[in-house]
């Protein structure tokens, strides 16, 4: 019996390496020895290795010569129609007080209701206006500084700030446009500011490291 095993496990083993489809068979204690290294790990979730599961890239395409970031004409669309919803929920709410303010001496009637709510409209087209107008001057300033110099930077935001406050106060005479420049740059200033912050406290903290 042993010799007849014997002899089929042979026969068996030498028509597996004479057809390539025998296999050789190792114990536990001779592949706990053998390295792994370069084999990475499946996920016990996906019969995916993970690898492949990971971008290190965009996932859109851009047009030849497009920017990630939009520029200044496409968000001249977002600040006008946000400066005019915020005005016009400002000028609502400025509406309301005055003339709940101005009303206060009438009862809950509806004259007073009449007056009150073509206060709030009043005000809210009137905040509305001026913000939107505001933005859409800042707007143009911006692109056409943009397209002049050919870059777009945190001079552009000063330059179209000052020039917005200088244009929306010029019928105010010689020192209105001089305050509404003043204005413009501060506010401009302050926001320019606000957006580096972060670059300039770590230009700061690693100029003290060394």
Same mark, same amino acid.
């Given at each position: 019996?042993? !010799?007849?095993?014997?002899?089929?496990?042979?026969?068996?083993?030498?028509? !597996?390496?004479?057809?390539?489809?025998?296999?050789?068979?190792?114990?536990?204690? %001779?592949? +706990?020895? /053998?390295?792994?290294?370069?084999?990475?790990?499946?996920?016990?979730?996906?019969?995916? @290795?993970?690898?492949?599961?990971?971008? *290190?890239? *965009?996932? $859109?395409?851009?047009? =030849? &010569?497009?920017?990630?970031?939009? !520029?200044?004409?496409?968000?001249?669309? $977002?600040?006008?129609? !946000?400066?005019?919803?915020?005005?016009?929920? $400002?000028? +609502?709410?400025?509406?309301?007080?005055?003339?709940?303010? @101005?009303?206060? @001496?009438?009862?809950?009637?509806?004259?007073?209701? /009449?007056?009150?709510?073509?206060?709030?409209?009043?005000?809210?087209?009137? #905040?509305?206006?001026?913000?939107?107008?505001?933005?859409?001057?800042?707007?143009?300033?911006? /692109?056409?500084? %943009?397209?002049?110099?050919?870059?777009?930077? @945190?001079?552009?935001?000063?330059?179209?700030? =000052?020039?917005?406050?200088?244009?929306?106060?010029?019928?105010?005479?010689?020192?209105?446009?001089?305050?509404?420049?003043?204005?413009?740059?501060?506010?401009?200033? +302050?926001?320019?500011?606000?957006?580096? #912050?972060?670059?300039? =406290? &770590?230009?700061?903290?690693?100029?003290?490291?060394?």
């Amino acid at each position: 019996m042993d !010799g007849s095993s014997q002899g089929s496990g042979g026969m068996k083993g030498g028509m !597996g390496g004479l057809f390539g489809g025998g296999s050789p068979e190792y114990s536990n204690t %001779e592949l +706990a020895g /053998v390295p792994l290294t370069g084999m990475s790990p499946l996920s016990p979730y996906l019969n995916v @290795d993970p690898r492949y599961l990971v971008q *290190d890239t *965009d996932e $859109f395409i851009l047009p =030849t &010569g497009a920017s990630k970031t939009r !520029g200044r004409f496409e968000l001249a669309f $977002f600040t006008i129609g !946000g400066s005019c919803i915020t005005g016009a929920a $400002f000028g +609502a709410v400025n509406g309301l007080r005055m003339s709940i303010k @101005d009303t206060r @001496d009438m009862g809950w009637s509806k004259p007073r209701n /009449v007056q009150i709510l073509n206060m709030v409209t009043r005000q809210g087209a009137s #905040w509305a206006n001026t913000l939107g107008s505001v933005a859409l001057l800042y707007s143009v300033f911006g /692109v056409a500084i %943009e397209k002049a110099r050919g870059a777009e930077d @945190d001079v552009n935001t000063v330059a179209a700030g =000052t020039l917005t406050g200088m244009f929306f106060k010029s019928g105010s005479g010689l020192k209105g446009v001089a305050r509404g420049g003043l204005a413009g740059l501060a506010l401009s200033g +302050a926001y320019a500011l606000y957006n580096n #912050w972060d670059h300039l =406290t &770590g230009s700061s903290s690693s100029s003290r490291l060394y």
